[in-house]
């Protein structure tokens, strides 16, 4: 199983960007998914999270501000980031709780990352 996360860049503040975490490989479910970050010097933080079905979670500082969504049937989970800010400055992480066909298992897995820098 492997999630890739693609999407970051350098913006300055006020701008938007989409994330986007692509799962792939035998999976059988894909359960609860987030986004994490991490900042420089900093641990790594949840920003948002959605439920199988599509309950979500948004971490204060992003709330109303950033829009967490996936499409079960691509295996593809996304996040909108509106008017960003210099302190949503961070390398992002997909994570997912995924059930594999073989092995016959359910595990959490992290994707990659992808950076996302926002300028004064």
């Known amino acids: 199983v492997q999630l890739q996360a693609s999407g970051g860049g350098l913006v300055q503040a006020g701008a938007s960007l989409r994330l986007s975490c692509a799962a792939s490989g035998r999976i059988s479910r894909i359960n609860d998914m987030g986004w994490y970050r991490q900042a420089p010097g900093k641990q790594r933080e949840l920003v948002a999270s959605?439920?199988?079905?599509?309950?979500?979670n948004y971490a204060d500082s992003v709330q109303g501000r950033f829009t967490i969504s996936r499409d079960s049937v691509k295996k593809m989970m996304y996040l909108q980031m509106d008017k960003l800010k210099p302190e949503d400055t961070g390398v992002y992480y997909c994570?997912?709780?995924?059930?594999?066909?073989?092995?016959?298992?359910?595990?959490?897995?992290w994707g990659q990352g992808t950076l996302v820098t926002v300028s004064s």
């Open positions: 994570n997912a709780e995924i059930e594999t066909t073989w092995p016959f298992r359910t595990s959490y897995y």
């Open positions: 959605i439920t199988s079905g599509s309950r979500t």
